[in-house]
């Protein structure tokens, strides 16, 4: 049984730039949940998505950033016209929705962005 | 404002010493998670506690939720240098249908030999 992966694991990109990040869900699992880390801080929720709908956004999800899962299978994350401020841990998570274990979150190692 | 607040931040400890780290909230919760993290990965699932007054153990780790699902706490025995990381709550409001995740800013935890 394979984990919740993320590529690519690091990325340092300019001011300005575009960047996508790719997450893989458990094979099973039809939740998927992006988040941001920042240092001394636990995860803040960003997204959801139930199979290939796209349920919930935080208000922390400006216009800058799209979230895809076109095939309910494996998700992206864009930011367009990168700042200082998008520097972070993304990290994304799965579960196995409709059934008592909705709320077991696992999540993937995490892509560093650090914006120059 | 954290929806979940942990104390402590830091907990810097010798080898062989219990330690409790807490969580609380104003807020109910459906379910709370305790994760492990080291640095540079993600969050570790440890455990998921979901009835009031809910106890579980995990070799050396006591989970406690408590009676009216607002807290939990997390309690190591005899700790070691390989529980050193940052260990963070996290819940899904009551209510919530959606599975959406609020988490504690975190207890780092560091264990010397």
């Not at chain 1, 992966?5 to 990109?13: A, D, E, G, L």
């Not at chain 2, 104390?7 to 062989?16: T, V």
């Not at chain 2, 009216?68 to 819940?91: N, V």
């Not at chain 2, 249908?97 to 207890?107: I, S």
């Amino acid at each position: 049984d394979t984990g919740v992966s993320q590529n690519p694991r690091h990325k340092i990109t300019k001011r300005g730039q575009n960047v996508t990040f790719r997450c893989d869900p458990i094979s099973e699992h039809n939740r998927l949940y992006w988040y941001r880390q920042t240092l001394g801080q636990g995860p803040e929720f960003l997204t959801y998505f139930q199979n290939e709908a796209q349920l919930e956004k935080s208000r922390l999800l400006s216009d800058r950033f799209s979230a895809e899962r076109p095939k309910g299978s494996f998700s992206t994350l864009e930011i367009q016209r990168t700042e200082q401020g998008d520097s972070a841990m993304y990290l994304c998570a799965s579960s196995l929705g409709g059934t008592s274990f909705s709320y077991e979150q696992y999540f993937g190692p995490g892509t560093r962005l650090t914006v120059t | 404002t954290q929806l979940l607040e942990q104390s402590p931040q830091f907990l810097s400890i010798q080898e062989g010493e219990n330690l409790t780290v807490y969580c609380n909230s104003s807020s109910v919760f459906s379910s709370l998670q305790w994760y492990r993290q080291e640095p540079g990965e993600g969050p570790v699932l440890l455990v998921t506690v979901v009835t009031g007054g809910e106890v579980k153990k995990l070799k050396r780790l006591t989970f406690q939720f408590g009676d009216a699902r607002k807290d939990s706490s997390l309690h190591i025995t005899a700790a070691q240098p390989g529980d050193t990381g940052l260990y963070l709550c996290a819940g899904a409001v009551r209510g919530s249908t959606l599975g959406r995740l609020y988490f504690g800013r975190g207890t780092q935890l560091t264990v010397w030999p």
